[in-house]
Every structure is written in structure tokens, then in C-alpha cells.
């Protein structure tokens, strides 16, 4: 196979002298980033890079497919290659596609500006993969069980989020590694910063951020500790010593279920969202489980990022708190009352329609929805307070990120739809919203989703887990982190496997 070669355009024509007209010098970057360095892959894995440049006005550029923000220059041209093309290749376009085991190095140039990163193509798939039961993404960190119920977390570990045992607020991990204390889980829900987990008995312990309680603690979620936090890195007991059967999480609040049915919520109430009892400023949080949503019992629960809502035992679905685009079912102006800054809320339970029985709910940020036993699903809000069916594919599983949502069919298809500006639906692309479902582009069956706020992931029929989307501080776990300063969209738009945790 012939070679890219690695000579800059710019000094190979300078090299022939004999040219009565050399074309002008190309424009260099002042700065450049690669995204996606240090992958880890196996042979055919195929990962889109992408890459940041800022001129010498600081102006940053982003050379991403369907990227929407400053427009890359003519005369910013991107060169790509490979160090060792047996190990793996590039096209013009940055799409690496990986062919025989061994580690080699990716090259970008924009003039004389060069950034790297480097490739390992590793010779057994399992080599790079994280074995797993149950998945849950928060905003910058993702973490799962493995199939021991032990714990992992990566990404982000602001506020504890990671569970590593110390507060160090700026600390990334594109890989991951166990939360500390060995503790065994057999369920898992992840927030905006934190995560809770359900020991085989039913016992909820908790660890990172707690700015509004949602550790269940007990501890003021509001009260900075000596270093200028809000969390806990390691796990603590929710207080009350309830046996749960489900926990789920939203942003900054957390409701749990016991064998009744009765539903158990803390953490932020600022927009009715626990169904605790009416708004008030001065109590607008619960730092320890509360009996919620009155005398109703519950089948199952979807948390968003701001609201609930509940498959209730009489076979009707509830939702409660924020509503701005009607994602609580009923239109934003008809909101029974006014939370905090003012926002439509309802801090009390809502029946949809009785025409619409589900067997299981999710809610996203802005929008909600339900599948049917028949596995149809239905969705609502951001502008459409009504339930209205997805049409064309029956789904088995049904879950809803920040603002896309993801569906399982029965032979573990997996499909997205809604935003996709950072690759969070996994389709191979990165662009406007897709309102209809697209497949994501890999040919693995998966057997479990688990949407976040801008990627996702999931469990493979291989028993692996993938990640694509948003990357910042490592979500992914495939051992990449964000380039610095980098724009948003520094995404891996197809599943890339987590990187097995270091032993």
C-alpha cells in the first residue's frame, strides 16, 4: 500500500524551484487540537476525528462533519496521516479505520501547525472492553456496574462525582476505575454529578455532587466543605434504612420505590418535582428520603432533568413539576401553579389522558415518554403537551436523554432520535435534529440503553459497553479526553467500546 506522505504541502512546493509560479504559502493555525487522542481500538473499528484550530486572533474554527459554528477558512487546508498505515488508516475526511493490532500515531497539519495522538489497535476485542450489567450518564461522567455489581465511574469527577475518595474538583478520567469501598450493587442511577446505587437488599447509597440534597444524607446540601465543594467522593447510606426495588435519578433529584409501590423522593424541589408538598422558597429541597405523591403507588418511575413521571398501580401515568413545553401533558399555560423564578410547575401529580396506558415512562429535560405493552411508543412535550406515537418501529425498551431519546426493537436494534448536535445519536453524524428515529451506526446488538445528557450508551449483546457522543472530560471511557479549549462538538458519533478499567 503506498504511503501518505508526511512532507507539508507547503515544503514540497516549495522544493521545486523550477515553478514560474508558486502558489501562496498556506495559512497556518496559531494553535491546533486533535480530538479523540489516545483511542483505543481493534482491528475494524472505524472512528471519525475531528479537529479545533484558533488563528492568531483567537478565533477558534472546528473542522467536524456537519459542524454549525464558525465556518472553517478556505484557507485553513487539513492534512491528515497515519505513522504506521499496516496498524490503521486515514482518509481526507479524518476517519480512521483500524487493521492490525499494534500502536501507531494520527497526524493532523494545517500549514506548519501539526497536532498527534496516538492509536493502539489492540489484537483481542475483550482487551478493550468493560464488561457490564447496568449503565447511567449524568452530564460530564458516566458509570456503570460490572457483572459483579461492583461500581466504576468516569469522565468528570467534580463534586466526587467519580466516587474515587477525594474532592478534587477538576479532575478528569477517560477511563474507568472502581468507586471506592468495594461495595457490591445490583442497580444503578446516575445524575447531573452524582449517582446512586440499590445493594441486593434494597439498601441506597449515594456519592458526589450534593448542592441540593440528593445524596439523601441528611448532610445540608448546601454547605461548602473545607475545599470549596459540594459533595462526597465516596458512598454514603441515604438515611432511613428503606429496602428500595428502584431508584432513578433526575438532575439534581432522586425518587425510589419500595415493594408497595410508595414512592420515596429528595434532593431539589424547586420546581415541584418531588411532589413533597407545595412550593416553598424556604424549603425548596430534602436532604433525606420523603414519602412523595400523596397516596398513590407506583410500577415504575422516569426521571427528567426537572420533572417526574410515574406508571401508577391503577394503570394511569403521572407526571409532576417543571412544564415549560408541556412535558408534564398538559399545555405550559394551563400549569396549576408558579415555582421557582416563576416557571410553570406542578408540585402535584398530573393524570394524562386515560387513553394512554403505558407499561413503562422516561423523561427527558423538556419532553416525556411512554411505551405501550404492544411496544409503541408515544412522546410528549417540547411544544406537544399530547402524547403522539413514534411510527414505524415497535420497541421493547424506551429511555430519554437531555433532549433525544433512544429505543431498543426486539432484536436489539438500537435507534435515537431528536438532538444531535454532539453526536448523541450515535448515527455516524453530527447536525440539526433528527424528529423521526435513525439507527445508530454499528452492527452490535445491544441489550440495554442508557441516554445522558449529550452522549450515550449501552450495553452490547457481547456484554460490553459503548459510549458516543459529547466527550468533554472523558465520558466516553475509551481513554480520550476533549482537547483544551476545544468547541463543543469534539464527539465520537458512532459506539466506541469503554476501555477496561486498570487493574
Not at 237 to 260: M, P, S
Not at 334 to 362: H, M, N, Y
Request: glycine share 14%; hydrophobic share 40%; charged share 15%.
Amino acid at each position: 500500500m503506498r504511503k501518505i506522505s508526511l512532507l507539508p504541502l507547503s515544503v514540497a512546493v516549495a522544493a521545486c524551484a523550477s515553478d514560474p509560479v508558486r502558489p501562496p504559502p498556506e495559512r497556518s493555525a496559531a494553535r491546533l487540537w486533535i480530538y479523540a487522542t489516545n483511542l483505543s481500538l481493534t482491528p475494524g473499528d472505524t472512528v471519525r476525528m475531528g479537529v479545533t484550530a484558533a488563528d492568531s486572533a483567537v478565533t477558534t474554527y472546528v473542522q467536524f462533519p456537519d459542524y454549525s459554528g464558525n465556518r472553517w477558512p478556505d484557507s485553513l487546508h487539513i492534512r491528515w496521516w497515519i505513522g504506521d498505515t499496516s496498524h490503521a488508516t486515514v482518509d481526507a475526511s479524518g476517519l480512521v479505520s483500524a487493521r492490525n493490532p499494534g500502536r501507531t500515531t494520527v497526524w493532523v497539519a494545517v500549514g506548519a501547525t501539526v497536532d498527534s495522538g496516538t492509536l493502539t489497535i489492540e489484537s483481542d476485542p475483550g482487551a478493550a472492553g468493560f464488561l457490564a450489567q447496568s449503565l447511567g450518564g449524568g452530564s460530564l461522567h458516566t458509570c456503570a456496574l460490572d457483572t459483579a455489581g461492583l461500581a466504576y465511574c468516569w469522565g468528570s469527577d467534580f463534586n466526587g462525582a467519580l466516587g474515587r475518595g477525594r474532592l478534587r474538583q477538576f479532575n478528569s478520567a477517560a477511563a474507568p476505575a472502581a468507586v471506592i469501598g468495594s461495595r457490591t450493587f445490583a442497580s444503578l442511577a446516575v445524575g447531573l454529578g452524582f449517582a446512586c446505587a440499590l445493594t441486593a437488599t434494597g439498601s441506597a447509597y449515594c456519592w458526589g455532587g450534593n448542592q441540593f440534597g440528593q445524596l439523601g444524607d441528611g448532610a445540608d446540601g448546601r454547605a461548602f466543605s473545607e475545599i470549596g465543594a459540594f459533595g462526597r467522593a465516596s458512598p454514603v447510606a441515604v438515611l432511613g434504612g428503606q429496602a428500595f426495588t428502584t431508584i432513578r435519578a433526575g438532575a439534581y433529584h432522586v425518587c425510589a420505590l419500595d415493594a408497595a409501590g410508595q414512592a420515596f423522593c429528595w434532593g431539589s424541589h424547586a420546581f415541584g418535582q418531588l411532589a413533597v408538598g407545595p412550593y416553598d422558597p424556604a424549603n425548596d429541597h430534602r436532604t433525606e428520603p420523603t414519602p412523595a405523591a400523596g397516596n398513590l403507588r407506583f410500577l415504575s418511575l422516569g426521571l427528567g432533568a426537572l420533572h417526574t413521571c410515574g406508571v401508577a398501580t391503577d394503570s394511569l401515568t403521572y407526571c409532576w413539576g417543571l412544564n415549560i413545553k408541556g412535558e408534564l401533558g398538559i399545555d405550559s399555560a394551563a400549569s396549576p401553579e408558579k415555582c421557582a423564578g416563576g416557571w410553570p410547575c406542578s408540585t402535584r401529580p398530573i393524570p394524562l389522558d386515560s387513553a394512554f396506558r403505558f407499561v413503562a415512562v422516561t423523561a427527558g429535560f423538556r419532553h416525556s415518554c411512554g411505551l405501550t405493552a404492544g411496544g409503541t411508543a408515544y412522546c410528549w412535550g417540547d411544544r406537544a403537551p399530547t402524547p403522539q406515537p413514534v411510527a414505524g418501529l415497535s420497541f421493547t425498551t424506551l429511555v430519554a436523554g437531555n433532549e433525544h431519546t433512544c429505543g431498543l426493537t426486539a432484536d436489539g436494534t438500537a435507534y435515537c432520535w431528536g438532538e444531535n448536535d454532539r453526536g448523541q445519536l450515535g448515527d455516524g453524524t453530527v447536525g440539526p435534529p433528527e424528529t423521526t428515529p435513525v439507527a445508530v451506526a454499528t452492527p452490535m446488538k445491544f441489550v440495554s440503553l442508557a441516554p445522558s445528557f449529550a452522549h450515550t450508551c449501552g450495553i452490547g449483546a457481547d456484554g460490553r459497553a459503548y459510549c458516543w457522543g459529547w466527550n468533554r472530560r472523558g465520558q466516553l471511557g475509551n481513554g480520550a479526553i476533549e482537547a483544551p479549549n476545544a468547541a463543543i462538538n469534539a464527539v465520537v458519533p458512532v459506539p466506541v467500546r469503554v476501555r477496561a478499567p486498570r487493574s
